[in-house]
């Protein structure tokens, strides 16, 4: 039975604004995309109403779920302080009996975003894999880490928070649709030995994912908190590329153990890598270190190694930055051919020399967290 966007929309009309106005005469709904019984839209209103709106915005959620035929939901809450909303604030707020701030009464300090973290019950460790640009192989190799560190003896997870260009479902080979529990919670799809959750499971490939900044925010947390990841050591977290809303929610919602920059040798692409790592160091969050991608091409005909891009690019900006330099990866072709073909080669070449490589940078990434996945 296929759900159609009006069917969503009825169902909408049964759900109330905090002043009583019905949803869908409120103004604040978004486009309501439906999509092979997946449905997604967004609520948008002030900031200053956002905590009012977040118990809408699961009755909303909870709304679409119950239509016959919908197999997942996702509705973002998009808070956004309108102009001018801050320089009213303390007239507005005097008008409802609360009495501004005293001359003799220093004002309070702000809330520092980080106070909102929360760890996420059943995971040890959760730590970010990042790029400060696309197309240096972040995924693939997020995806071969978190395999590498499963042969180690860990219970991993992978979470594909890239979601303006989500690569693991073709990396996985994955086409299923995540099934709610009962608790209304996404099931991560297990394959390889893993706990494998990311947003192209709930849309097609070809999907153009065009997000809003608040957007974004409310996406990955979601992704995060309405999962039933079970009980994982590490949850290895394939970021977007870039320094932007997803990195700074991802460290601002959960306490992140560390994250892992991916670079090539060239000066481009190292350029990138330090912003990402400034920006990790910005918000607290440790740098395990920096992995070389692509660091050289070895000719599987006659054997002869060509530095493409260069080499050692990276381990000299490692010890330069006092950051630990994880290892290289070569551009090699059964790479590219296993992760096009959603057998990562850690898995499908398990005897081989770049399963060896990954499982050697996963050894390194976990002697760094071993006294935090023994604490937990």
């Given at each position: 039975m296929s759900v159609t966007q009006q069917q969503v929309l009825e169902a909408l009309t049964r759900v109330k604004s905090p002043d009583g106005v019905v949803l869908t005469d409120a103004n604040v709904l978004s486009a309501v995309t439906v999509n092979d019984g997946k449905v997604f839209f967004s609520i948008n209103v002030d900031a200053a109403e956002a905590r009012a709106w977040e118990r809408i915005r699961a009755e909303t959620e909870a709304a679409v779920r119950g239509i016959p035929g919908v197999t997942a939901a996702m509705v973002a809450l998009t808070a956004e302080r309108t102009?001018?909303?801050?320089?009213?604030?303390?007239?507005?707020?005097?008008?409802?009996?609360?009495?501004?701030?005293?001359?003799?009464?220093?004002?309070?300090?702000?809330?520092?975003?980080?106070?909102?973290?929360?760890e996420i019950p059943g995971i040890a460790a959760v730590i970010a894999v990042a790029s400060g640009k696309g197309g240096v192989g972040k995924s693939t190799t997020a995806l071969n880490l978190a395999l590498g560190l499963?042969?180690?003896?860990?219970?991993?997870?992978?979470?594909?928070a890239d979601i303006y260009g989500p690569s693991v479902p073709r990396l996985t080979g994955i086409h299923e649709k995540p099934q709610l529990n009962e608790a209304r919670k996404m099931i991560p799809i297990q394959r390889f030995g893993l706990a494998i959750m990311s947003i192209g499971f709930l849309v097609e490939e070809e999907t153009a994912m065009i997000w809003r900044g608040p957007m974004v925010m409310s996406a990955i947390t979601q992704m995060l908190r309405d999962v039933a990841w079970g009980t994982l050591d590490i949850l290895v977290v394939d970021m977007p590329p870039g320094t932007g809303d997803a990195q700074l929610t991802l460290a601002q919602n959960v306490p992140l153990r560390g994250a892992v920059i991916i670079s090539t040798p060239q000066d481009l692409s190292l350029i990138d890598a330090r912003r990402g790592l400034a920006m990790f160091k910005k918000v607290n969050v440790p740098v395990l270190g920096i992995v070389e991608n692509m660091s050289y091409f070895q000719c599987p005909q006659c054997g002869t190694r060509s530095d493409i891009f260069g080499h050692g690019g990276a381990r000299l900006e490692a010890e330069r930055l006092g950051v630990p330099f994880l290892g290289?990866?070569?551009?090699?072709?059964s790479i590219r051919a296993t992760?096009?073909?959603?057998?990562?080669?850690?898995?499908?070449?398990?005897?081989?020399?770049?399963?060896?490589?990954?499982?050697?940078?996963?050894?390194?990434?976990?002697?760094?967290?071993?006294?935090?996945?023994a604490a937990a």
């Open positions: 102009p001018g909303a801050a320089a009213s604030a303390p007239s507005q707020r005097h008008s409802h009996g609360v009495q501004p701030v005293s001359a003799h009464r220093p004002p309070q300090s702000p809330v520092s975003p980080m106070s909102k973290q929360s499963r042969d180690l003896g860990l219970r991993v997870g992978l979470l594909d290289e990866i070569p551009l090699h072709m992760s096009d073909s959603g057998t990562p080669v850690v898995d499908s070449e398990p005897d081989g020399p770049h399963a060896a490589i990954y499982r050697a940078i996963g050894a390194k990434v976990q002697e760094q967290l071993q006294g935090v996945i």
